[in-house]
């Protein structure tokens, strides 16, 4: 049914257009995190065609980039000083996305060079991280690798080439999975249609990830009423070790 809509609302628009149209779309615009979340799967999907009335996916790639919401972040490199790992330089980034993923129906360095790649962000190693304040550009590097690699290891960063399938050289359609250790907020998925290395249409799906629940409360109040949030932590801090002591004490 959806294929229908999508195939109707592409050819009303070509009457309208002269260049290629890309119509995305996400399986589900709200993902609802409760107690126990697991982690879901998205599933992104469109059409394309071009105004002549051709199959216009036979001449293009595809690319979805999926982002969560960005948030300044500090990352500390470890050293090994006297046999003990401690906590040696950091750097501070402005801006860097809670969560990335790029799918492709054909590996990037194939569609498009690394300029083009770097100008929207197609890929993990393409990530355009704010440094906060003037640092060294090999040292920036060195921070910046290592930040992608923690992230990629916590299944927030991640890239998925040949992940995005083409049927019928119109329709096209990738599934992205979101970890349970997801950030709240605001999601973005945009879709590059690409022809001959060039970027030729884009176009942007939104996702709201939002706590639900008893999650949500605490979320609201610790935001809201922070100080007293505060307060109760500490105060359920003392009590929990006092409680530990009492009963180890009747062992």
Excluded at 141 to 146: E, I, N, S
Aim: one cysteine or more; charged letters at 20%.
């Amino acid at each position: 049914m959806k294929r229908a809509l999508f195939l109707l609302a592409c050819l009303f628009a070509l009457t309208a257009q002269s260049d290629p149209i890309l119509v995305p779309d996400v399986s589900q615009d709200e993902v609802q995190v409760r107690q126990g979340f697991t982690g879901t799967e998205l599933l992104l999907f469109g059409a394309i065609l071009d105004p002549s009335g051709s199959r216009a996916a036979a001449n293009y790639d595809i690319i979805v980039v999926l982002k969560g919401p960005a948030q300044p972040i500090r990352v500390r490199e470890k050293e090994q000083i006297g046999g003990i790992w401690m906590n040696a330089e950091s750097s501070d980034f402005r801006s860097a996305p809670s969560y990335f993923a790029v799918a492709s129906s054909s590996p990037i360095n194939e569609i498009v060079d690394d300029r083009t790649a770097a100008i929207y962000e197609l890929g993990t190693r393409f990530i355009q991280l704010s440094p906060s304040g003037t640092i060294d550009p090999e040292e920036q590097a060195r921070f910046t690798a290592g930040f992608v690699d923690l992230r990629e290891r916590q299944s927030l960063y991640k890239e998925q080439i040949g992940g995005v399938s083409i049927s019928e050289d119109v329709l096209y359609q990738a599934r992205l999975s979101l970890p349970s250790n997801v950030t709240t907020g605001t999601y973005t998925a945009e879709t590059f249609a690409v022809s001959n290395g060039r970027v030729i249409a884009s176009e942007v799906a939104k996702v709201e990830v939002r706590k639900v629940g008893f999650e949500r409360f605490v979320e609201l109040f610790s935001q809201q009423q922070s100080f007293l949030y505060g307060l109760l932590a500490v105060a359920l801090s003392i009590f929990m070790g006092w409680l530990a002591g009492r009963l180890f004490a009747l062992i």
